[in-house]
């Protein structure tokens, strides 16, 4: 009601003197520049003015009446301001105490007109006469100062004194005409100079007096106005005072008002809220505190997720202004989503309209509507549009600030407010209007369209959002099958569990300026100029005030109407009352008009698979491999999901970045790098044993680096020609640092290997890192998933990441053999592929007491000029792939299928007590000959490497000087062992020393195990048994399985005080 108080103020002006024409016209079109537009309305507007008082001098006297002015011309105007800042202390209420001021300028030019009245002069002995006088007034003009005080209270406070300074009023009559006077009027006419100069000089009296009149009194009144109680008082109260809410009070009162007992059962036939009265009793409400829930979880994940995708920056257009070519720039995604789903087409907010129905202004948006002696003014609010909600420039994740609270913290550019108003001014139709008009009086008027602009530049805000969500329906209710349909399906269905949402707080800070007022839509230039003047005023006055008020607006006001606008009647599409008009935007308490259909599959076939073909592709691409492109789970995954994991999640440089980097760093606090602390040891204690007393063997730590040079070709859950199969591929490739170094898949082992004994030759303590680094490798395969289409559509999100569920769902209800047989059948590896161009080996000694630690590099330098790696590239690959399946093998992936439905709560056979079942590591007793040969190969080598080690470092220890048996000597105490009196160590480099003999018989046995014979047909063991009886094999062997082995062909020993650790674990 400000608008409408300031308008009748400025219909204050018009008061019953000389010149009520004037302020007529600065009220009916404010002067400016160009009048072409309001003179023409003016000159067909008669103006009565109030009789002139009596004007007289040596002997006579004129008495003006029934004053009518018409043909009224106005040429420009102007308002000038500008800030004064401290001023001195006035008189009168505020007297003493300090203010600062807005002095303004108004200027009137140009103004003319032309009056005709009824005179009566008395003259020298009695003579009367009665006639018209016509009066031309041209040139007129005024100047007035005024200064605007604010006083100065310690924080700022809106104007509410004003006092004039000054008044220069220039009114010239060019001319006074008499007529029907006779000999007087021809008196008359010759003292026409004497009259004028009286005349001009009552009129300017008289402007002086009205304008300090209008200007102390009816602006005063209205400065007091827009400072009190019905304008910007209600927005000035302190700061704690107008924003301080208990959010704990304002749960409890959220609650409430819903009608609801928050923490009680749930009644599950509940899918959609519908109506304060008509929600159950039992209804409960998700509580975001607690996360304990699986439902709570992961949508606690899902709103977050939403976040984050709403900070993705996205590249847009800009029109440059229509200048040049259109230039791109990067915003958040939430602004795109805004525009496309929740503003109008320019980008606004339409707050409040006046339409008819219930969702318009009170009393039809009239803000003001009156009618005086001079003028009939209507000022109608037509529209209020919220601008800038799309320059969001920060949106941070949400936090829990209560069971059903949710805070963020957001940043726009700017938010300004586009108020449409019209303001239509008519002749006065009341008995005692001063205003003529020619015909009909209501022919005569103005109107004006006008956008008046009021905003911030720059602002952040912190916004709780309360939200009441039907936790039971959410779990039980809405099933994957719905979610399906397409996005906008899954969207009703997760709303239709929303009883309400409601921001609770909107704490605004404005971090730049109040944005400069501005008005658009006048008739002409000069009325914009004039206008923007004005408001330029208003800004210097109210700048401060307005950057006070904004907090209180935005909670108290504003926060209101967007609840409305976003969360009630965009997202819960919340149909308007049919009750009294006058509510703005009033809505049936906690209704929703949301709704999840359900949908599960028509067939009869309970076991009937899914063809993901159908499921992840479009009808096009799924005809291309065979689908029935028929859409028959809907199109939320062939149109959002897949495309965004395919172009999003799954390109190479986003996943190694967004995803790798981001995993590995919570998991080892490094990027690219995964680490595996105490991953494996092998303890044993022997009190009999010559060469130890203690050997423990560790492996201490895996770490796993370069793990973000993933690269294409990268596939997941890729459907193939076969509906069932799906395709999954992962490249890694090497890649090139900053400083130009070579990064590529690098695999190290820690490992520690203590030995202790006082009489131990093999006492050490020695931490070496041994290291297998691959430039490229590939890795593919497909699954067979024979995933029930049911058990997928009647899916619950109480379920969504029950583990035990998901497996169920590859399974049946029914009990027989052959559902049992094709439960064998449910996930398979179709097919399998592994390949590596080359590796490379390294070690590294971190710690040792063993000197020939450091010739383990050696030894793999030597394996690398032997072709190591080419030689074991194809049976390395082979190894990975057989271990893999053979893994997948002994994991007996159907019994837990077949057991999976005891643990899912929403199957028929779920057993609540039934003890949770244990998965054990599979053993590796399936894998073929060649992986066995392989791995029996990879030992051999191994073990050499440890024999030369051992040399290395017994060498480095010797003295260089004989070795005597039972060397009293420390050195030789801690190197030999005892030997009995008077023998002699054989020394193997030289066995002539014993007789040439004994070189040519070790020669001659070294051959004959070496000898290639054909190995026995006899085998217990499944693997060997796949051996042919023309297979050849060494003597050795078949001397070692007659002599050393037993039937199974395997060596037992016997191991006393024997422990194992594995992850931490003994």
Not at 172 to 189: M, S
Not at 268 to 294: N, R, V, W
């Amino acid at each position: 009601m400000a608008a409408a108080s300031n308008t009748n103020a400025l219909v204050s002006i018009v008061v019953p003197r000389l010149l009520l024409f004037l302020q007529l016209g600065a009220l009916a079109l404010p002067a400016a520049g160009d009048f072409a537009d309001v003179n023409s309305i003016l000159r067909d507007v008669a103006v009565r003015l109030p009789d002139v008082p009596t004007m007289g001098g040596s002997g006579y006297s004129i008495d003006l009446t029934e004053v009518v002015c018409t043909d009224i011309y106005i040429e420009d105007a102007h308002l000038a301001s500008r800030s004064v800042g401290l001023l001195p202390n006035s008189g009168g209420s505020s007297a003493g105490v300090a203010s600062s001021g807005v002095e303004l300028q108004w200027s009137i030019e140009g103004l003319a007109f032309n009056c005709q009245a009824k005179y009566k002069y008395k003259g020298l002995l009695g003579i009367v006469n009665r006639g018209d006088v016509y009066l031309y007034s041209r040139d007129n003009k005024v100047v007035s100062t005024a200064t605007v005080r604010s006083l100065l209270t310690g924080s700022p406070s809106p104007p509410t004194e004003i006092s004039m300074n000054s008044c220069l009023p220039t009114v010239e009559i060019v001319d006074v005409d008499f007529d029907n006077g006779g000999f007087v009027g021809w008196v008359l006419d010759a003292i026409e100079g004497l009259l004028r100069t009286a005349m001009e000089l009552v009129a300017s009296d008289k402007i002086c007096e009205e304008l300090q009149a209008f200007l102390e009194v009816n602006t005063k009144d209205l400065l007091e106005y827009i400072a009190g109680e019905n304008g910007l008082e209600p927005y000035l109260l302190p700061g704690a005072a107008a924003l301080s809410r208990d959010p704990e009070q304002l749960e409890e009162d959220f609650v409430e008002r819903l009608k609801l007992t928050p923490s009680i059962a749930t009644d599950s036939s509940t899918t959609k809220a519908t109506g304060a009265t008509e929600l159950p009793a039992t209804t409960e409400l998700l509580s975001f505190s607690k996360q304990d829930t699986s439902s709570g979880r992961w949508m606690n994940e899902l709103i977050q997720k939403g976040v984050f995708a709403s900070n993705e920056m996205v590249s847009i257009e800009s029109d440059n202004d229509a200048v040049g070519p259109a230039t791109e720039k990067d915003e958040l995604q939430v602004n795109q989503w805004l525009r496309e789903f929740v503003l109008e087409e320019d980008g606004a907010m339409v707050l409040t309209a006046s339409s008819v129905g219930p969702d318009g202004f009170p009393r039809d948006g009239v803000l003001y509507d009156a009618e005086d002696v001079v003028t009939h003014t209507t000022i109608v609010l037509d529209r209020v549009k919220l601008l800038g909600l799309d320059t969001l420039t920060h949106f941070s994740p949400f936090e829990v600030a209560g069971n059903y609270t949710l805070e963020t913290y957001l940043a726009w550019k700017y938010l300004a407010l586009e108020v449409d108003v019209t303001a239509t001014v008519r002749p006065s139709t009341r008995p005692d209007s001063v205003i003529e008009t020619e015909g009909t009086s209501t022919q005569v008027k103005i109107v004006e369209q006008v956008k008046l602009m009021l905003g911030v530049d720059g602002l952040t805000a912190g916004a709780s959002l309360m939200a009441a969500l039907n936790q039971t329906a959410l779990e039980n209710n809405v099933r994957l099958g719905s979610l399906l349909r397409s996005n906008t399906a899954a969207i009703d269905c997760l709303l239709s569990t929303v009883v309400d949402l409601e921001f609770s707080t909107l704490s605004v800070e404005v971090t730049n300026d109040v944005l400069t007022p501005s008005i658009e839509g006048l008739v002409s230039p000069g009325l914009d100029r004039l206008f923007s003047e004005a408001m330029d005023a208003s800004f210097l006055m109210y700048e401060r005030v307005l950057m006070e008020a904004a907090p209180v607006y935005f909670q108290n006001e504003l926060r209101p109407m967007l609840t409305q606008r976003i969360l009630h009647e965009y997202l819960l599409q919340r149909p308007p009352t049919t009750g009294e008009r006058g509510t703005v935007g009033s809505v049936t308490q906690n209704s929703n008009s949301r709704t999840c259909i359900p949908w599960t599959s028509n067939e009869v076939d309970d076991d009937k698979p899914i063809d993901f073909r159908d499921l992840l592709l479009t009808a096009e691409d799924a005809t291309d491999l065979g689908g029935s492109g028929s859409a028959a789970y809907g199109n939320l995954f062939s149109s959002m999901i897949m495309p965004y994991i395919n172009e999003e999640v799954l390109d190479p440089d986003t996943f190694n970045t967004q995803w790798i980097r981001k995993m590995t760093k919570e998991q080892s606090g490094k990027e690219g790098v995964l680490e595996f602390k105490d991953v494996y040891r092998y303890l044993n204690v022997s009190s009999t044993s010559p060469l130890y007393d203690k050997l423990d063997f560790r492996i201490s730590k895996i770490t796993v680096s370069n793990i973000d040079t993933i690269a294409a070709p990268l596939e997941f859950m890729q459907p193939t020609n076969q509906g069932n199969v799906l395709s999954n591929q992962l490249a890694m490739h090497s890649v090139t640092d900053d400083a130009g170094r070579f990064r590529f898949l690098n695999v190290t082992l820690q490992v520690y290997m203590g030995i202790e004994g006082d009489k131990s030759p093999l006492q050490m303590t020695n931490v070496v890192d041994f290291s297998i680094s691959v430039p490229a490798s590939t890795f593919s395969v497909e699954i067979l998933a024979d995933l029930k289409e049911r058990s997928l559509l009647e899916f619950p999100l109480k379920d969504l990441v029950n583990p035990h569920c998901w497996l169920a769902a590859f399974g049946s209800d029914r009990e027989d053999d052959e559902v049992e047989a094709e439960s064998l059948k449910s996930i398979e590896i179709e097919s399998l592929s592994f390949n590596i161009l080359t590796f490379y080996l390294d070690s590294v000694c971190i710690s040792a007491t063993s000197p020939g630690c450091g010739s383990i590099s050696d030894v793999i330098y030597e394996l690398e000029d032997a072709a190591f790696a080419t030689s074991f590239r194809k049976p390395i690959i082979d190894l990975v792939e057989d271990v893999v399946l053979s893994l997948w093998d002994a994991l007996d992936v159907s019994e837990l299928i077949k057991q999976a439905h005891k643990f899912c709560p929403h199957s028929d056979k779920f057993e609540a007590s039934a003890p949770e079942p244990t998965v054990e590591m599979p053993n590796l007793s399936g894998v073929s000959r060649n992986s066995s040969q392989t791995i029996l190969a990879l030992g051999i080598v191994g073990l050499q490497t440890a024999i030369i080690v051992s040399a290395k470092n017994h060498l480095l220890l010797a003295d260089n000087k004989p070795l005597v048996p039972n060397d009293q000597s420390p050195s030789a105490k801690s190197e030999t062992m005892p030997f009995p009196e008077g023998s002699e160590i054989i020394d193997w480099n030289n066995l002539s020393d014993l007789g040439s003999w004994v070189d040519i018989a070790f020669d001659e046995f070294r051959n004959y195990l070496s000898k290639s014979v054909v190995a026995s047909t006899e085998s217990s063991n499944e693997v060997l048994s796949r051996d042919l009886a023309s297979d050849m094999t060494l003597q050795i062997n078949t001397m070692l399985r007659e002599y050393i082995l037993d039937k199974s062909r395997s060596l037992e020993y016997e191991l006393k005080d024997l422990s194992f650790m594995a992850f931490g674990t003994i």
